[in-house]
């Protein structure tokens, strides 16, 4: 059986009397909502926007070697890798490309690159009619990297979003440690 508090509740319909009051109070204050196109709210760190190729910072060149690890790592399988071999029998990226319309952004393949070659940039305002414009080739992907992420903003990326790097490996300072033996003469 109800008590004689929740009765009345029941009634007098105070919990939609609440909410109509709460309704009211708000009716006549100022709106947050951004207007999109005029007022642009920056990407969060660490965003996950449109690909681009790394390019070496001493050579000019892209650090892809053609491995293909992304390509593999992907769950979506939108990267297509396609090398050659030169006279010394090194690898060279002849094509590298992306499906941008089958990426899902999970960035796993960034993760998978142990040479740092492919990134994810905070760019997010890209829209076309056509899906050509959503294949990225090589050339794409570089001009990518040159336009977004170029100097010290792309070097600070890989440091502060993705991990594990050479220096988080190493020995503790209070660690026990075995000593070296010195070999008897």
């Known amino acids: 059986m109800k008590t004689a508090k929740e009765f009345l509740k029941t009634i007098f319909f105070i919990e939609i009397l609440r909410g109509l009051a709460l309704t009211l109070s708000r009716l006549f204050t100022h709106a947050v909502t951004r207007r999109y196109p005029k007022v642009k709210r920056p990407a969060q760190p660490g965003f996950r926007g449109l690909h681009a190729l790394v390019r070496d910072r001493d050579t000019g060149k892209e650090k892809c070697v053609g491995c293909c690890l992304c390509a593999a790592y992907c769950p979506s399988q939108c990267i297509y890798i396609y090398t ?38 905070e760019h997010y305002e890209y829209s076309d009619y056509s899906r050509d414009a959503f294949y990225m080739t090589k050339e794409r992907l570089l001009s990518n990297w040159d336009k977004y992420m170029a100097g010290q903003k792309g070097e600070g990326y890989f440091r502060k979003f993705w991990r594990p790097m050479s220096e988080d490996f190493g020995t503790p300072e209070k660690q026990a440690t075995w000593r070296k033996i010195q070999n008897a003469k």
């Open 84 to 121: 050659s071999e030169d006279e010394d029998h090194k690898k060279i990226v002849d094509r590298y490309e992306i499906e941008v319309l089958r990426c899902i952004f999970c960035g796993f393949c960034v993760e998978a690159c142990p040479f740092g070659a492919i990134s994810l940039t």
